[in-house]
């Protein structure tokens, strides 16, 4: 006899009314893994007025939607979030529960896997069914990836961050059926949310940049990194970085690209003076084409690109700013 096996969830995330793109990513993943167990895609949403969106996710893979839609919930309340979706999973014993790796996400997965007694794997970047119907939960660590897996306790949980997964195709065709959650008014909310403030963000967004410049520990110092900002700038490109860049507080933690870091899928990425080493590469996903500018010509970098160029950035990246000036302003003239 075949055993049963319970839905994949996804808990889905909202701002300003708007889902954000890892939802319907993870949605889309979890499509593919409930084919191999044969069983359902359902997903929990909490917000107000997202009634509206509900379509969004059925095109997306859900065959079935938990909302929980009042102004209280609007705003990502901890504990509120926390026991909604506790009481849910512990009613209907999901088998999988798939996370964004958000700061909403980061905060709250650990908080349920607690109250359910479940394992957590953070920053997945692939999720499989092994031989045994068992969730492989790879993430990158000692050079390389290596496998995490809950066998016991339900239900497997990770957490994945916005860019691992393709966007699925949505099918507007596709319904699924609404369950309206009861609001527990009852909760004693220790932390409450007294003001929004909207923060503009500058420049390029990385996750949806078709150009990337990336920046390592080889720009020496705070100049070296203008040096490599002024590059960005001149390609109209994301800046992202590793995180030697940022822990010399030459960037901001938002730039930084890989495991614990943003995911990119860029057109074209230039890696300059960096490594290449495996927890900030495993954040470039699908690009077309990879460039790095190194001064080491035996860092690992060069076996992950397609083409490198072996120079001190410091002095290259100059002249090639000055080049593609060059080449910009010839093709205005024309």
Known sequence: MNKRFGSVWVIAEQIDCRILPVSLQLIGQ?????????????????GDQMDKRVQQLFAAGADKVYLGNAPELAFYKPEMYTEMIVKLAKEHQPEIMLIGSTSMGTELAPLVAARLGTGLTAHCIDLIIDDNKILEQRIPAYGGLISIICPEKRPQMATIASGVFPHPELDESRTGEIIHLE????????VQTLKIVREEPGGVPLESAPIVVAGGAGAGDIEGWRIIAGLSETLNAALGSTRPAVDEGWTELETMIGQSGKMVSPE??????????????????????MVAINNDAKAPVFEQVDYGIVNDCREFVPMLIEKIKEYQEKKITC
């Open 183 to 190: 609001i527990p008014h009852e909760i004693p909310l220790r």
């Open 268 to 289: 074209l990425y230039i890696g300059v003076g960096l490594s290449g080493e495996l927890q900030h590469m495993v954040g470039i996903v699908g690009a077309k084409v």
């Open 30 to 46: 979890a499509r593919k893994l409930a084919t191999e167990l044969n069983t359902s895609v359902e997903t929990v949403i909490l």
